[in-house]
């Protein structure tokens, strides 16, 4: 499983777009790119999924360069509500199986100030 | 409501005893996954069920045991509790192009 760097913490205020970035030198061929959302005592929720240049749905953006080995989270005019831990996770999602056990790492806890 | 149910939502027992988690995945999800969630370990996975199979193990003790039933629910067997194991569970489902997971609302555990 590709290994993942993302910042432990972030910081910013409402309105403003927070993008944050994982990085992911290994990743392999078949890897998909998923962010999720954490909230305290929550289960995580996903957000977004990627395998290559830009997707947009209607609460992100993932960036993907050419070479895959990073990927952007863009959060538009955040709120305090956005306030949460983000996981960055790559692996593989074979037809037929799901994906196989992604472990989540520490995340980056993103604070949202008024 | 995410459509991945767990139950019990919080359990309190003692050292040594064993519990049992629940978790019904969402319609039509056929993977099943356990994840461990305490305060300095973060979000851990310990074991994926496919259709009923064992799929993939990762940091799941040997005290602990899980399983998926024909009508694809699971339950993770937490045994001779340690206070250590105080955490939430968290089980989380997919379906099988891709989405990511979906996760309950996890049940917490607390050993004393």
């Known amino acids: 499983l590709a290994k993942t760097t993302q910042p432990i913490s972030m910081d910013s205020y409402e309105g403003q777009e927070v993008n944050i970035t994982c990085s992911h030198n290994?990743?392999?061929?078949?890897?998909?790119i998923t962010w999720y959302q954490q909230f305290p005592s929550q289960g995580p929720r996903f957000i977004i999924q990627?395998?290559?240049t830009k997707v947009t749905n209607e609460v992100a953006s993932l960036f993907i360069p050419a070479d895959r080995k990073s990927s952007t989270l863009s959060l538009p005019r955040v709120s305090l509500s956005d306030t949460a831990v983000y996981y960055c996770?790559?692996?593989?999602?074979?037809?037929?199986?799901?994906?196989?056990?992604?472990?989540f790492g520490k995340g980056t806890h993103l604070i949202i100030q008024p | 409501d995410s459509g991945v149910t767990q139950t019990p939502k919080h359990l309190i027992t003692a050292t040594g005893q064993r519990v049992t988690l629940r978790c019904s995945p969402r319609?039509?999800?056929?993977?099943v996954y356990w994840y461990q969630q305490s305060l300095d370990q973060g979000l851990q996975f310990l074991i994926q069920?496919?259709?009923?199979?064992e799929r993939a193990k990762g940091n799941i003790l040997e005290r602990f045991s899980a399983q998926q039933f024909p009508d694809l629910h699971s339950e993770l067997n937490l045994s001779s509790l340690e206070l250590g194991d105080s955490a939430l569970y968290f089980c989380?489902?997919?379906?099988?192009w891709g989405g990511g997971y979906t996760f309950g609302s996890g049940t917490r555990l607390t050993v004393v």
């Open positions: 990627g395998y290559k």
């Open positions: 996770l790559v692996g593989d999602i074979p037809p037929g199986g799901g994906a196989d056990g992604l472990t």
């Open positions: 319609s039509g999800d056929l993977s």
């Open positions: 069920y496919y259709n009923g199979e």
């Open positions: 989380a489902s997919s379906g099988e």
């Open positions: 290994n990743i392999a061929t078949n890897d998909y």
